[in-house]
C-alpha cells in the first residue's frame, strides 16, 4: 500500500512512517502544505493521512484540493484538534476517518487497513477471485486453497493487480506504488517485467489461470470475468 503522510512534526513523521512500513507499506513525507500540494498533483495513492495544523498552510484545504482531483486515496485526518466542530468540518470537506492525537499507532494501522478494505473489497477480510483467496491481514496468498509463497514486492504486485482488474495499469503507476519516490530515479522499468514475470511463473505453477495480460508499450492488465 503507498500511503502520504502529511505531518510536521519529525518524532511522530519518523515513527509513523518506520511503523507503516514494518507493515509492509510504502510510506512518503510531505512536512508542509507546499511540499503535500505538489506530492498530490503529481502521485496517486492508496491512502492518505493529513495533519490540519501545517507550516504555511491548513491541511483543510489541502483535502479541498485532493477532493478536487477526484483522487481514490482514502484520507484520514490525524490532528490535536479534537473539538467536534473540527471532526465534523474534516469529514464534511470528504476525508473517510479523524483520528485525534495522541493515538496508538497499531489504532492508525488498522484504521487504514479497515479504510482500504472498504473502498477497494467491498469490507471484506478476505479477497477472492476465483481460485486466488488473499488474506490481507495476513500478508498470505492461496490458489486452490494452497499456500503460494510471494516475495513482498510480488504480493504487494498482485493486490495492486486484483485492486484494478480488468484495467490497464502502467509500468510507470507499478513503479511508483511499489517503489513510491525512489521510482523516479529509475532508468527503466526493466525490474516490474521481473516482478510480473515471477509473479506470473508462481501462480501459474500452482494451476492458476492466466489472468495478466502483457499491453505492448503500456503496462498489464488483470483481465478476469469476476
Given at each position: 500500500m503507498k500511503i502520504l503522510l502529511i505531518e510536521d512534526e519529525p518524532e511522530l513523521q519518523k515513527s509513523i512512517e518506520q511503523y507503516l512500513e514494518m507493515e509492509g507499506n510504502i510510506v512518503e513525507i510531505s512536512p508542509d502544505f507546499s511540499h503535500a500540494q505538489q506530492k498530490i498533483a503529481i502521485y496517486d495513492y492508496d491512502c492518505i493521512l493529513v495533519d490540519i495544523t501545517l507550516p504555511n498552510g491548513s491541511g483543510l484545504d489541502l483535502l479541498k484540493e485532493i477532493k478536487l482531483k477526484k483522487s481514490k486515496a482514502g484520507i484520514i485526518i490525524i490532528s490535536a484538534k479534537n473539538s467536534l466542530d473540527d471532526k465534523v468540518n474534516g469529514l464534511d470537506l470528504g476525508a473517510d476517518d479523524y483520528l485525534p492525537k495522541p493515538f496508538h499507532l497499531s489504532e492508525l494501522n488498522s484504521r487504514i487497513k479497515a479504510l482500504i478494505r472498504r473502498k477497494s473489497f467491498d469490507g471484506n477480510l478476505e479477497i477472492s477471485i476465483n481460485e486466488i483467496k488473499i488474506l490481507p491481514h495476513e500478508r498470505r496468498v492461496l490458489v486452490h486453497n494452497n499456500d503460494i509463497i510471494l516475495t513482498s514486492k510480488e504480493?504487494?504486485?498482485?493486490?495492486?493487480?486484483?485492486?484494478?482488474?480488468?484495467?490497464?495499469?502502467?509500468?510507470?503507476?507499478?513503479?511508483?506504488?511499489?517503489?513510491?519516490?525512489?521510482?523516479?530515479?529509475?532508468?527503466?522499468?526493466?525490474?516490474?517485467?521481473?516482478?510480473?514475470?515471477?509473479?506470473?511463473?508462481?501462480?501459474?505453477?500452482?494451476?492458476?489461470?492466466?489472468?495478466?495480460?502483457?499491453?505492448?508499450?503500456?503496462?498489464?492488465?488483470?483481465?478476469?470475468?469476476?
Amino acid at each position: 500500500m503507498k500511503i502520504l503522510l502529511i505531518e510536521d512534526e519529525p518524532e511522530l513523521q519518523k515513527s509513523i512512517e518506520q511503523y507503516l512500513e514494518m507493515e509492509g507499506n510504502i510510506v512518503e513525507i510531505s512536512p508542509d502544505f507546499s511540499h503535500a500540494q505538489q506530492k498530490i498533483a503529481i502521485y496517486d495513492y492508496d491512502c492518505i493521512l493529513v495533519d490540519i495544523t501545517l507550516p504555511n498552510g491548513s491541511g483543510l484545504d489541502l483535502l479541498k484540493e485532493i477532493k478536487l482531483k477526484k483522487s481514490k486515496a482514502g484520507i484520514i485526518i490525524i490532528s490535536a484538534k479534537n473539538s467536534l466542530d473540527d471532526k465534523v468540518n474534516g469529514l464534511d470537506l470528504g476525508a473517510d476517518d479523524y483520528l485525534p492525537k495522541p493515538f496508538h499507532l497499531s489504532e492508525l494501522n488498522s484504521r487504514i487497513k479497515a479504510l482500504i478494505r472498504r473502498k477497494s473489497f467491498d469490507g471484506n477480510l478476505e479477497i477472492s477471485i476465483n481460485e486466488i483467496k488473499i488474506l490481507p491481514h495476513e500478508r498470505r496468498v492461496l490458489v486452490h486453497n494452497n499456500d503460494i509463497i510471494l516475495t513482498s514486492k510480488e504480493y504487494d504486485l498482485l493486490l495492486y493487480f486484483i485492486s484494478n482488474k480488468n484495467r490497464v495499469v502502467s509500468k510507470s503507476a507499478l513503479a511508483e506504488h511499489l517503489w513510491g519516490d525512489n521510482s523516479d530515479r529509475l532508468d527503466n522499468f526493466d525490474f516490474i517485467y521481473n516482478h510480473v514475470k515471477n509473479l506470473r511463473k508462481k501462480l501459474l505453477e500452482k494451476k492458476c489461470e492466466d489472468y495478466l495480460q502483457t499491453i505492448y508499450g503500456i503496462g498489464y492488465n488483470f483481465k478476469t470475468q469476476e
